[in-house]
C-alpha cells in the first residue's frame, strides 16, 4: 500500500453500514442474512465485482471462476469483494449490433455503482463494446476502478495453419462464394477458429481496446495481453483484486487517472497497434465522460505521425496472433518501443507512473513487436477524410487497402439497406467493374440503427469470379476490427438525419485522395440543392423500448456516439444517493 488518504470512517460504504440508524439496521442485517457479519465490512473496503459473464458470450465464459480470484485478492488485501453480474453483451450473437447497447452498459455500470454501497469497483470485460461500455458508465460514476480483461482467446487452426479471428471467417468466405474451397474444408475453418474461451485474438477491436485501457492506465502493467486460458491469467485476476482495495485507501478516483496526457498514450498505443477503426467512436466517447477533449483531427494527426509496429493480423503478419503478441513481450513491451511517443510520467491505476510499468520490458521477438526503425507501416493505421460526402468527417484504415485505393475516381453504385445491397451483391451479371465505388447508406447510429459492423461490404460476385479481392467502398457504417479492405467509414453526418451520402445517386463519380485527406462527390451545387430540397428523413426505427431513446439521444459517430445526456458537458453526475 501507497499513501493512505482515506480512513475507514470515510468510506463511502460506511454511509450504509456504520450509522445507528433504521436504515442502516435494514442493510446491515440483509448483509447478514447472506451469512456475513460487521467483521467482514466494518474498516473494510466493499468492491463491486462488476461481472459480465454469460453462457451467451463465449468471450467471458471464465469470468465466473475469475470473479473467484478477483474475490480472493480482495481479501487478502483486506477488502470484501462482492459479484455483481452486470449485462453481457457479446460481439457475435447481439442484433441488430452490440453497439446498439454500449451505451446501456455503460448506464447500467455508472448506475449500478452510484446506487450501491461499493467503494471501489472491477471491470471484468473485453468483448468489444464492454470494455468501452464499462469504462465509461466508471469513469462518470467516480469511484476507483480497475479493469480485468478477458484476455485474447487460445490461436485458431485448421489443418495445421493458424487461423485469426474475424479475418479469416472474411476471407475463407470469399474463396467459398469464389468456389476455390469446399463445403468439408468450411466446415473444418468453422470448428477450428475459436478453439477456447477469450475475447478474439486478431488486433480486432477487443484487443485494440483493452490495449487502450491498458495505456490509459485502467490495467495493471501487461494484463491486456495475457491469453484467457494462461494460468498467469488467473494470477492477474487476483492482483487486480488486491490492487483495488489499495486504490480505495489512496483515493485514487478515475480523474486522478484519465487526464489528457493517458488519453493521447491510449490514441498513441492504438495507432502503433494498427487499431480497429471501432476504437475512433470509443475512444471519443471515453474521452468525454473524462471531460478531456478529443477530435477526429487529434486522432488523423496521431495516424500521420504514430508508426504501426505491432506485427499482428489484420494489419500485419497473418502469421501472428495475440498469443504471438504475449510471448514477444506483450503490449508493456510495445509501450516501451514507443519511446518518448508516450507521456510515461502519467499515473496509472498502480498510483505510479506509466514509466515504471513499463521501462525495460523486454521485446522476446522484434519481428512481432518492432523497433519504431523498423515498423510494419510508417503510418496509416488511420487517417480521418472530410468533404461535400461527409463534412464531419468519416474513417479509414489506409494501410488495411491496396495502395491503388489511396487514390481513386469512380462511379458510385448506390444501395439504401443492407438487403437491397445483399441481393445485388450475389448477381453475376451486376453491372460492376473494379472502378465503380460500393455504397451503403442508412447504416449509422440512427439509420442501422445502432451502426452495424457492414462497413467491409461484400465484393459483388462478379468481381470475386474476376479475381479481384478489394474495392472502394463507402458508408455510415462501422466494421469490424479485424476487417480490411478499402472500406470508408463512419461517414458523418449519417445518411439517415439527412447527411450529404443521402444525396448521392448510383452513377456519380465519387473522388477520394487519402494523401488531401478528402472524399467528395462531383456533383455541382445546384443539383445537391435540389436534391436536398426532395430528401424525405425516414421513419423513425423504433417505436418503444431501449431503441425509443437510443434514436432520440444518441450522437454521430464524430463525437463517439455517446448520449447526449451522458457526457461530461451536459452536467454535473447525479452525486452520492439519499441513504
Ligand atoms: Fe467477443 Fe470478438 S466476439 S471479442
Ligand atoms: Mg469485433
Redesign the pocket.
Known amino acids: 500500500m501507497t499513501e493512505t488518504k482515506k480512513t475507514a470512517d470515510q468510506l463511502r460504504s460506511a454511509r450504509w453500514f456504520a450509522p445507528d440508524d433504521l436504515r442502516s439496521f435494514g442493510h446491515r442485517s440483509r448483509m447478514m442474512q447472506m451469512g456475513l457479519g460487521p467483521e467482514d465490512w466494518e474498516g473494510r473496503p466493499v468492491i463491486g465485482i462488476l461481472n459480465t459473464w454469460s453462457e451467451m458470450?463465449?468471450?467471458?465464459l471464465h469470468f465466473r471462476d475469475r470473479a473467484e480470484d478477483v474475490k480472493k485478492g480482495i481479501a487478502q488485501a483486506g477488502g470484501l469483494g462482492l459479484e455483481i453480474p452486470t449485462i453481457s453483451i457479446?460481439?457475435?450473437f447481439t442484433k441488430p449490433t452490440s453497439m446498439l447497447y454500449r451505451n446501456m452498459i455503460a448506464m447500467e455500470t455508472e448506475e449500478t455503482i452510484r446506487s450501491h454501497p461499493l467503494d471501489g469497483v472491477v471491470l471484468m470485460g473485453?468483448?468489444?463494446k464492454?470494455t468501452p461500455g464499462l469504462t465509461m458508465g466508471a469513469i462518470s460514476a467516480g469511484v476507483p476502478f480497475i479493469f480485468l480483461p478477458?484476455g485474447p482467446?487460445l490461436r485458431g487452426n485448421y489443418a495445421g495453419r493458424a487461423l485469426g479471428?474475424?479475418s479469416d471467417a472474411w476471407k475463407f468466405w470469399d474463396e467459398r462464394r469464389a468456389g476455390t474451397i469446399s463445403a468439408e474444408e468450411w466446415v473444418g475453418v468453422e470448428g477450428g477458429i475459436?478453439r477456447s474461451y477469450?475475447?478474439?485474438m486478431t488486433m480486432?477491436?477487443?484487443?485494440t481496446m483493452t490495449a487502450i485501457a491498458e495505456a490509459m492506465g485502467l490495467t495493471l502493467p501487461g494484463a491486456t495481453s495475457i491469453p484467457a486460458a494462461d494460468a498467469g491469467h488467473k494470477r492477474m485476476s487476483a492482483s487486480c483484486g488486491r490492487r483495488i482495495v489499495d486504490m480505495v485507501w489512496e483515493d485514487l478516483t478515475p480523474d486522478k487517472i484519465i487526464t489528457p496526457a493517458a488519453v493521447q498514450n491510449a490514441a498513441t498505443v492504438a495507432m502503433a497497434t494498427g487499431c480497429s477503426t471501432n476504437a475512433v467512436v470509443h475512444l471519443l466517447a471515453m474521452a468525454r465522460r473524462a471531460g478531456v477533449a478529443l477530435e477526429l483531427n487529434d486522432l488523423d494527426a496521431l495516424g500521420r505521425t504514430t508508426p504501426l509496429i505491432a506485427n499482428i493480423r489484420p494489419l500485419g503478419s497473418s502469421e501472428y496472433l495475440m498469443e504471438d503478441f504475449y510471448f514477444a513481450g506483450g503490449l508493456r513491451a510495445l509501450m516501451d518501443q514507443l519511446g518518448d511517443k508516450l507521456d510515461r510520467s502519467a499515473i496509472t491505476c498502480t498510483g505510479k507512473p506509466l514509466e515504471e510499468g513499463i521501462a525495460g520490458a523486454p521485446v522476446y521477438n522484434d519481428d512481432v513487436i518492432r523497433p519504431l526503425s523498423n515498423p510494419v507501416y510508417k503510418e496509416g493505421s488511420l487517417a480521418v477524410l472530410k468533404g461535400n460526402l461527409c463534412p464531419n468527417g468519416a474513417v479509414i484504415k489506409p494501410a488495411a487497402c491496396d495502395p491503388r485505393f489511396h487514390r481513386h475516381e469512380g462511379p458510385a453504385l448506390v444501395f439504401d439497406s443492407y438487403p437491397e445491397m445483399k441481393a445485388a451483391i450475389d448477381d453475376e451479371n451486376l453491372d460492376v467493374t473494379p472502378d465503380h465505388v460500393l455504397v451503403l447508406r442508412n447504416a449509422g447510429p440512427q439509420g442501422g440503427p445502432g451502426m452495424p459492423e457492414w462497413g467491409m461490404l461484400p465484393m459483388p460476385k462478379a468481381l470475386l469470379k474476376q479475381g479481384h479481392r478489394d474495392m472502394l467502398r463507402i458508408s455510415d457504417a462501422r466494421m469490424?476490427?479485424?476487417s480490411y479492405g478499402a472500406c470508408i467509414l463512419h461517414v458523418a453526418p449519417e445518411s439517415f438525419v439527412g447527411g450529404p451520402l443521402a444525396l448521392l445517386k448510383t452513377g456519380d463519380i465519387v473522388r477520394m485522395d487519402l494523401e488531401a485527406r478528402t472524399l467528395d462527390m462531383l456533383v455541382d451545387e445546384d443539383e445537391l440543392a435540389a436534391r436536398r430540397a426532395a430528401w424525405q428523413a425516414p421513419e423513425p426505427r423504433f417505436e418503444r423500448g431501449w431503441g425509443y431513446m437510443f434514436q432520440r439521444h444518441v450522437g454521430q459517430a464524430d463525437q463517439g456516439c455517446d448520449f447526449d445526456y451522458l457526457t461530461a458537458a451536459f452536467g454535473q453526475a447525479a452525486g452520492e444517493p439519499d441513504i
Open positions: 458470450n463465449p468471450c467471458h457479446d460481439e457475435s473485453g468483448c468489444d464492454s478477458a482467446m479471428s474475424g475459436a477469450g475475447h478474439c480486432g477491436t477487443a484487443s469490424s476490427g479485424t
